[in-house]
């Protein structure tokens, strides 16, 4: 049972810090998002606010793309903990049998 609780407490563990890696990166690219509109908003001119737009939407499919990234370990945390389980499943059912593999004779003389 303890090999069991620890592999699922690292797993756990594992994907905490997934978690925490993606949502800082994905506030990073939220608040560099921010940062930019009101940036477009205050901009005197046409092609300043262009010029911000674009920057706004490359940062806007990072921001994308890291969603993803994040979906896709999420899934794979959870791949693993099924693999886990499965493991600790299949250990359960085993059964322990003893079998002679030899017979010794000997007699004293």
Aim: no cysteine; net charge positive.
């Amino acid at each position: 049972m303890s090999f069991f609780e620890d592999e699922v407490e690292k797993l756990d563990n594992w994907a905490d810090d997934k978690r925490k890696g993606f949502k800082a990166e994905l506030k990073e690219y939220d608040d560099q998002i921010a940062a930019l509109k009101k940036e477009a908003r205050q901009a005197a001119n046409l092609p300043d606010k262009l010029a911000i737009q674009k920057k706004l939407r490359d940062i806007d499919k990072k921001r994308n793309t890291a969603w993803k990234e994040y979906d896709e370990a999420t899934k794979q945390i959870e791949k693993q903990k099924d693999k886990l389980i499965d493991t600790v499943e299949k250990r359960l059912r085993q059964t322990a049998e003893t079998l002679p593999l030899f017979t010794i004779r000997w007699s004293v003389v």
